[in-house]
């Protein structure tokens, strides 16, 4: 596969993350990670903040860059021309709607396909809304984000 695009909100961008993008990068000649906007979550971080974060998280993953677009992702997908759509599953309870998201993007673009890589298994409860969550109550997050990520949530969770 030759590009890959990651797509997702990554407010912020958590182990699970990284996971799916470390190994998205393996399968990909090159991957986009995109930070997109979800039109059914507030974000704790700004559009900025998001791709900052994810750009220190990823300094390692040479084929592995960073961008922002505020739109549909299959116009995104067409714009760089993407094989393939990359997106991680962690359980039954994600199928539902990255299944009709898929569907809807090939409606829109077909020739992205695409793909879904499982979770690792010591990953599966992860979320970005999981990490804000326990940080809120001054739980430990240090386990759950990249160790660059855990002083902007805890600066934010401050107040
Ligand atoms: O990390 P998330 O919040 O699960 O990612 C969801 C995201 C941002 C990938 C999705 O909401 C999205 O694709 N947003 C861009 C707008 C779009 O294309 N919506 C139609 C898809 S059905």
Redesign the pocket.
């Known amino acids: 596969m030759k590009l890959a695009v990651c797509?997702?909100?990554?407010d912020p961008v958590t182990n699970g993350h990284l996971d799916i993008i470390r190994r998205a990068a393996a399968l990909a000649d090159r991957v986009i990670v995109v930070v997109?906007?979800?039109?059914s979550?507030h974000t704790m971080f700004t559009m900025e903040e998001r791709v900052a974060m994810l750009r220190t998280a990823t300094v390692d993953l040479p084929n592995v860059e960073i961008d922002a677009y505020d739109?549909?992702?299959?116009d995104y997908a067409r714009r760089v021309g993407a094989d393939a759509i990359v997106k991680g599953l962690r359980a039954v309870t994600d199928f539902e709607y990255e299944f009709?998201?898929a569907l809807?993007?090939r409606q829109l673009h077909a020739d992205a396909e695409t793909v879904f890589l499982t979770t690792s298994a010591d990953l599966m409860y992860l979320s970005s809304s999981v990490v804000k969550q326990v940080a809120m109550y001054g739980g430990d997050i240090s386990g759950f984000v990249p160790a660059s990520v855990l002083d902007a949530v805890l600066q934010k969770t401050k107040g």
Do not use: D, R
């Open positions: 797509p997702g909100s990554f997109m906007t979800n039109a979550k739109g549909l992702l299959a009709q998201m809807t993007n």
